[in-house]
């Protein structure tokens, strides 16, 4: 992948799975009170390495593979596919030119 996409994609992919392991953050520490604002801190700055680690399709499907756990059954990427993490990352990047675009 060229640089710019590899940086466009990381950067969806950094805010959307940002907010998934935040809200299973707030499920665990509803559960379970032990678990600690540096426990979330910890498991972001590893998880948005890893992002930043990926250089392809195959990277980014590895990484959602890992992190399936943030992805529910209405999600339809419980078990990550290379056809389903290039649905995933295509919406992501879809809504994010959506969010971009300015009426006219």
């Known amino acids: 992948m ?3 996409n590899i940086q466009a994609i990381s950067e969806v992919l950094i805010t959307d799975m940002q907010k998934r392991l935040f809200n299973d953050y707030k499920v665990m ?3 379970n009170p032990q678990v600690t604002d540096e426990d979330y801190d910890n498991a972001l700055s590893i998880m948005v390495n890893e992002i930043l680690h990926c250089n392809n399709m195959k990277d980014v499907n590895e ?3 890992e992190y399936c ?4 059954s209405y999600d339809e990427l419980t078990v990550p596919t290379i056809d389903g993490t290039l649905n995933y990352v ?3 990047l879809v809504k994010q030119c ?4 300015k009426p006219v």
Do not use: A, C, H, Q
């Open 2 to 4: 060229d640089k710019p």
């Open 29 to 31: 520490r509803k559960n």
């Open 63 to 65: 990484l959602l593979t």
């Open 69 to 72: 756990d943030l992805f529910t």
């Open 90 to 92: 295509i919406g992501l």
């Open 98 to 101: 959506k969010v971009n675009v």
